[in-house]
């Protein structure tokens, strides 16, 4: 019991007293989502006249990729002993399997190493450390206010909602984002806090942030219908470069994880390569937004203003250029994060799809059989990858909606995105930074079931008290043990402590009821049966369900991965922890004070 309460708990507590519960959550939303947009606007800043002043170091510029992951790698180890869970997958994971606790310590991690990471020109994007930024805030707010489970994930989506608009005053896909990513289940009452954080992360961005720091575009030309023909090919295309990028990324990552070293030798190879491939390809330097930008306003010159290949933009090496470029985003992305830095695949994938959008319009228009709109094409193809890598094809569709200030090429965008995400999630189910834990049921996906399965921790449904038989005692020491216990099922272990089979009473009645039966001098290992199925103490829900189902068993042992039993887990306790889950969701506007 706590004796005494911090003043922010009295200060709460008032407030509380004071509201409706619907109320009260509205109020912590906003909070949320002010104080979330406040760090987003200030990351968002700090990072870009940090890279406009490596840039303006001229040659020298190369050399800051290199210290900011050294330095990032040196603060991970020295002041965070090592410990810094990157990317969105760490919330998802938080959502499902930690109560929606995030560590309160992510907030600052995230920030400081973020900055270092791509504010000195690492080529990823501060997106994902925003969202992981905001959705700790989110998860404090929710705990310090005693919120629960439910409550507090929506707290989580409020921070990273926030987070996202902010930084690209687009308050609709802040709310999209967070629904589409990181809510695996919606309910209407969730859009309220939701909108109102985003709008107040929008407002931080408006009142605080330089209007030129903001990633936007005015439409030079209007949607035309007839080139719906090569929209639907740029989706095609998008599709399958989506998927390009999520192999090329996850395979360099994999190979520089198999590179057995010393992080800050690690960190001083990878800067050395990154260096060498911005030096060839200069726009790969940072978030690269500010090359999207100049393709997405048609303005090739800009773009290949730096390059040391003497590329004029009327030539076919301009296309060469490009292509190159984007292709080469995502391996540089990885270096960057796999070699110690902190980043993310947001701007990365947008990068690709300008660099995509704008390679396929030039290319039709050397034909001079027809004349795209290559501003227009760029930013369709931003939702086209994005929506393929992240897998948030309606975030993709309405946030460069938002960026181009209005909805002019709202159709075209539907097409892009659509086509891509379709393409991709025929390929792979689920995204490149979610793939693995998915499939080890560490975060939600949009099943339902799989989701509550998720929630329930296998050692909270444990069945007590079973005790382990020794293979080698005689079944009168069973019967004994039957006399005294209540339990109908029993484990038989050997001399080492190994589980070797179980006794079903059931089975065994004859030999026990009846002292003439001859088996009775017998030992209980020669009455053991092989179990149908074995759950490991360590095993997702889903695949223990999906035990239970195969085996037609109401009881299955659990054991170690070393063979040790553990206790009996038995389905009825499973349906009743499903039916609790169940029952706690509910609209919180249903509830009063």
């Known amino acids: 019991m706590k004796l005494f309460r911090q003043p922010y708990q009295y200060i709460f507590g008032f407030v509380r007293s004071k509201l409706s519960r619907a109320q009260y959550i509205i109020l912590i939303a906003t909070i949320t989502g002010l104080v979330s947009g406040i760090v987003a606007v ?12 490596v840039q303006s170091s001229n040659g020298n510029y190369l050399v800051f990729p290199v210290i900011g992951l050294i330095l990032t790698v040196a603060i991970t180890v020295f002041a965070f002993r090592g410990i810094l869970e990157k990317g969105i997958g760490m919330v998802l994971k938080s959502i499902a399997k930690k109560s929606s606790y995030i560590p309160t310590s992510n907030i600052y991690k995230h920030f400081i190493t973020s900055s270092l990471t791509v504010g000195l020109g690492g080529s990823a994007g501060l997106e994902a450390p925003i969202v992981a930024t905001g959705s700790s805030y989110g998860s404090l707010l929710g705990r310090v206010n005693d919120l629960n489970y439910q409550e507090r994930t929506l707290m989580i989506a409020c921070g990273a909602a926030a987070g996202i608009a902010a930084v690209f005053n687009a308050p609709v896909a802040g709310v999209i984002f967070a629904i589409e990513v990181l809510l695996a289940e919606t309910v209407v009452s ?40 090569f929209y639907i090919l740029m989706g095609i295309m998008a599709g399958f470069l989506s998927l390009y990028y999520a192999k090329s990324f996850k395979k360099t990552e994999r190979i520089i994880h198999d590179f057995k070293m010393n992080p800050f030798l690690k960190a001083l190879l990878g800067g050395g390569v990154l260096a060498v491939i911005i030096y060839f390809f200069p726009p790969l330097f940072g978030e690269g937004y500010q090359s999207v930008t100049q393709l997405a306003n048609a303005n090739a010159e800009g773009f290949i203003a730096r390059n040391i290949f003497s590329v004029n933009s009327s030539n076919a090496a301009l296309l060469l250029f490009v292509g190159f470029i984007m292709l080469l985003k995502p391996v540089a992305a990885a270096i960057t994060i796999g070699t110690g830095g902190n980043g993310g695949n947001f701007a990365p994938s947008l990068f690709v799809g300008s660099s995509l959008g704008f390679f396929f319009s030039r290319i039709i228009n050397i034909t001079e059989w027809f004349k795209l709109p290559e501003s227009n094409f760029s930013l369709t193809g931003m939702a086209g990858v994005l929506s393929g890598v992240m897998y948030c094809p309606l975030t993709a569709v309405f946030l460069i909606a938002e960026i181009t200030n209005g909805y002019g090429l709202f159709i075209p965008l539907m097409i892009v995105s659509s086509i891509s995400f379709f393409i991709v999630k025929h390929f ?25 399965l998720t929630s329930i921790q296998l050692k909270s449904i444990l069945s007590g008290d079973y005790m382990a038989l020794p293979a080698n005692e005689k079944i009168s020491f069973l019967l004994e043990i039957v006399k005294k216990s209540e339990k109908n099922i029993f484990a038989v272990i050997d001399e080492n402590d190994n589980f070797i089979g179980l006794i079903e009473l059931n089975d065994i009645k004859k030999i026990l009821f009846d002292p003439g039966n001859p088996q009775i001098t017998k030992t209980i290992r020669s009455i053991a049966k092989k179990p149908r199925e074995i759950i490991y103490i360590d095993e997702p829900m889903k695949e223990v369900m999906d035990k239970f189902d195969s085996s037609q068993t109401w009881y299955l042992p659990v054991l170690t991965r070393e063979k040790k039993f553990v206790s009996f887990v038995s389905k009825t306790k499973l349906f009743e922890k499903y039916r609790e889950i169940i029952a706690t969701q509910n609209d919180f506007y249903e509830t009063d004070k």
């Not at 200030?42 to 002043?53: D, E, G």
């Not at 330089?210 to 936007?216: P, R, W």
Request: charged share 20%; with cysteine.
């Open 42 to 53: 200030l990351l968002k800043t700090i990072v870009h006249y940090l890279q406009r002043a």
């Open 190 to 229: 969730y859009f309220i806090p939701l909108i109102i954080s985003s709008v107040a992360g929008v407002l931080c961005s408006k009142i605080i942030l330089n209007e030129t720091i903001l990633f936007n575009f005015v439409l030079k030309q209007d949607f035309n219908y007839r080139n719906v023909p």
């Open 428 to 452: 792979e189910p689920y995204s490149m930074e979610l793939k693995k834990m998915a499939l080890e049921g560490d975060v939600f996906t949009h099943k339902k079931e799989q989701n509550i």
